[in-house]
């Protein structure tokens, strides 16, 4: 089945740690997106990849950091430097501009 | 002003009536615009998508656009207790680089 997985579900970071959200796809779409959802909130762009080896910053992309080394993946590193990262986070690719998104079913960050 | 802005609601109404979530956008270069279903603590859904002025149907769906108004709106007829979740309105500005942006979403809530 073709889809996008996100992992790990929920996770938990420590004051001042790295941590990596992973996002895979077997859709063979060229466009992946990193959105970030806070409680009771619509989503913020944080980063875009259109292509491979490219990426580009969105709204909110201070404490954050990804790569596209290959099309099938689009890690997202949440950084110390990212003060408040709890959220919900939610990785999705677009086939095209009429399409829309295709959404993984998202990782849930808590800092503890 | 906000990008793209709906009612936060929540909006209640009665099973088998029909709900109605309005949207508007300000970036006159939209040209698609979709509508998302999310159920509390999932990813988000697609439900809708329209490109162009006047109505489309799917099953109990009727997206609206009117491009000169700058809205889209999103009926829900014979509403049911499933029908509620929060209705998310995304606009892509295809000359942006096919980023979507979000309104905060519209709860919905149907009572039996």
């Known amino acids: 089945d073709g889809g996008i997985t996100q992992s790990p579900k929920y996770l938990f970071r420590k004051e001042g740690q790295n941590v990596t959200l992973s996002c895979e796809q077997n859709?063979?779409?060229?466009?992946m997106y990193w959105y970030r959802q806070d409680p009771g909130q619509g989503l913020r762009l944080i980063y875009y990849s259109q292509i491979v080896n490219d990426f580009q910053k969105g709204d909110i992309a201070e404490g954050y950091s990804v790569s596209r080394e290959k099309k099938e993946s689009f890690p997202l590193t949440v950084t110390s430097a990212q003060k408040n990262p709890t959220a919900f986070y939610l990785c999705?690719?677009?086939?095209?501009?009429?399409?829309?998104?295709?959404f993984g079913s998202g990782t849930r960050l808590t800092v503890v | 002003q906000k990008e793209v802005e709906q009612n936060s609601g929540p909006l209640s109404v009665p099973e088998g009536a029909i709900a109605s979530l309005n949207c508007t956008y300000s970036?006159?270069?939209?040209?698609?615009f979709f509508w998302y279903r999310q159920y509390s603590g999932k990813s988000p859904e697609l439900i809708m998508s329209?490109?162009?002025?006047g109505d489309k149907e799917d099953g109990r769906f009727t997206a609206q656009l009117n491009k000169a108004s700058q809205y889209v709106s999103l009926l829900i007829r014979d509403s049911q207790p499933s029908d509620s979740a929060t209705y998310l309105c995304?606009?892509?500005?295809?000359?942006?680089?096919?980023?979507?942006?979000f309104g905060g979403g519209t709860r919905v809530l149907v009572k039996p």
């Open positions: 970036d006159r270069g939209s040209q698609s």
């Open positions: 995304a606009v892509n500005v295809a000359a942006a680089g096919n980023k979507l942006t």
């Open positions: 859709l063979n779409h060229d466009a």
């Open positions: 329209i490109y162009s002025n």
């Open positions: 999705a690719t677009l086939r095209g501009a009429n399409y829309g998104y295709t």
